[in-house]
């Protein structure tokens, strides 16, 4: 191959198309040509997404889903072809596809950012602009969905106790998270795939994080490579790290010091994943891609995970256990939380492990269907702490389903350190980029402000567990959801068109 240093004249496209088959297999990223007939039989999505781009600018389906540096990391240097004369090269027009072009005609009609009063606004939105690839991963849950829908329901379950006559003209919901100082009580949770819904990925999560000083918990499976994600991070800005634990401990030991290096200032440790979970509107948007050939790999024992997850997770270890903590602390000074638990005697043993913190999740409803809600499990285990005198000894988040302040309020009366907020911010940012996020951030502030008027609290130590009538969130009165995939997505399959005798 004409090494890219040596290289006098740019590929053509005429020649990369030469190269289209398994025996002979180049791409081309970002104007530049790879050799990946070795790699195909090694790539976690499988080979087939690779092919269906063989010979072809495989740029967009490639950005989403890898960080920048991972040709460079992975991909041997004398399979790097060099330049690319992008004239010559025939590009795929989005234009001519009907549903992109139906797509860019209700972004034209689309809401202006102003008409948005509340975080369910931008889901509305971005449910009718974003990508259908993008929506259906951003936007799924496990199995039936149960968990997901209970995630936010949980909240209707609580009630306030409002004290009155409290004199609330000066009103501060600042709070710190593991020592920072943040503006308000809830982080940006890690997800994955910032690319899927913006070009620029996960940044526009940074920079809205600086806007209104809350912390970015940085997903190890991000768009972004995570230099780019520290880079963007202004002056103090602080920001955590969300880790899968990698089969390879010594990659996991690497991602570990390097983020302490870079100063990041808390690990936080997903323990609810050891498989990503079934997420079907993900896996049938993907079977119209070939992404999803993943599920076909072989007969009936069809890969448990959709095409892009299961290709960016392959890696994570499920014999993850409590008997590697102790190593975590050998290798780290940040603070380590785990992030997951899902049951009072797991916040024990997390204690009794000397982690300086857990999330009570269930990962947004993408992992274990029919798994409590975050706000549930806090419900459980505060009182059990409070009687062991526990209740100062860890900090405590929840996440999931949080889309109002009354639902961060709720949390922190139950004794909440702060919440997690996830897809809300991905679909401020799909919709509207970081005016949207910006502006989501400014409508949970201004909402956090009137409600803790309203219920009788100047500053956050007032909130406490007799502000809040918890007796209904143990009932799970389960309607079949309305959204089920049943019927919406069977529908969707058939389409409108066809008569279903
Ligand atoms: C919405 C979403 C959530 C993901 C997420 C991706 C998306 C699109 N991903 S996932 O691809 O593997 O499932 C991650 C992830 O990388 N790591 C993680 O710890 N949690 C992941 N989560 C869970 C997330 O950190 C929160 O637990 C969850 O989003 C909170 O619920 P809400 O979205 O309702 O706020």
């Given at each position: ?207 809205g994080a600086k806007k209104h000083n ?174 062991r005198g526990w209740e100062d000894k860890i ?107």
């Open positions: 191959h004409p090494s890219n240093d040596t290289q006098a004249v740019k590929l053509s496209g005429e020649e990369v198309t030469k190269h289209n088959s398994r025996e002979s297999c180049w791409v081309i990223i970002h104007g530049r040509a790879y050799d990946v007939t070795e790699f195909l039989p090694e790539h976690p999505g499988g080979a087939k997404i690779i092919l269906k781009y063989a010979g072809k600018d495989a740029s967009d389906e490639y950005d989403p889903i890898h960080p920048p540096d991972t040709l460079d990391k992975y991909l041997d240097k004398k399979f790097h072809l060099g330049e690319v004369d992008m004239n010559t090269v025939e590009q795929e027009t989005k234009e001519d596809d009907p549903e992109e072009q139906e797509r860019q005609e209700r972004i034209k009609r689309m809401p202006i950012l102003e008409q948005c009063y509340n975080l369910m606004d931008f889901e509305a939105v971005a449910r009718r602009v974003m990508k259908r690839t993008a929506w259906a991963y951003y936007s799924s849950g496990a199995d039936d969905e149960i968990t997901m829908r209970e995630n936010h329901s949980a909240f209707h379950k609580i009630w306030f106790r409002p004290r009155v006559l409290v004199d609330v003209e000066k009103v501060d919901f600042s709070t710190t998270m593991l020592g920072t100082k943040v503006d308000i009580p809830f982080y940006v949770t890690a997800t994955a795939l910032g690319k899927l819904g913006n070009p620029e990925g996960e940044v526009i999560l940074t920079r809350v912390i970015q918990m940085i997903p190890t499976l991000a768009s972004c490579s995570f230099d780019e994600l520290i880079d963007a991070a202004e002056g103090n800005q602080v920001q955590w790290l969300q880790l899968y634990v990698n089969k390879n401990r010594d990659i996991t030991k690497r991602i570990v010091e390097h983020a302490e290096e870079r100063g990041c200032k808390g690990l936080f440790i997903t323990v609810d994943a050891p498989q990503l979970g079934r997420r079907e509107k993900d896996m049938r948007s993907k079977f119209s891609d070939v992404g999803s050939n993943v599920q076909s790999t072989g007969g009936h024992d069809v890969d448990r995970s959709q095409g892009a997850a299961r290709a960016i997770s392959s890696f994570i270890d499920p014999s993850l256990s409590w008997k590697d903590i102790p190593w975590f602390q050998s290798i780290t000074k940040m603070p380590i939380l785990l992030k997951g638990i899902q049951r009072v005697e797991d916040v024990i043993r997390a204690i009794e492990a000397g982690v300086q913190g857990v999330v009570l999740s269930n990962h947004g409803g993408r992992q274990l269907d029919f798994a409590r809600s975050g706000i549930e499990v806090l419900a459980e285990v505060m009182p059990v702490l409070r009687e900090e405590i988040y929840i996440d999931g389903g949080v889309r109002r302040a009354t639902d961060i309020i709720k949390a922190l009366c139950l004794g909440a350190r702060g919440v997690g907020i996830g897809r809300p911010f991905l679909y401020a940012m799909s919709a509207y980029g970081l005016p949207g996020v910006d502006r989501a951030m400014h409508l949970l502030k201004a909402e956090m402000e009137m409600n803790m008027r309203l219920i009788g609290a100047a500053k956050i130590e007032d909130l406490d567990p007799s502000m809040v009538d918890t007796r209904g969130i143990t009932t799970h009165t389960t309607v079949v959801p309305a959204d089920t995939l049943s019927l919406n997505v069977y529908d969707a399959l058939i389409g409108p068109k066809e008569k279903v005798s």
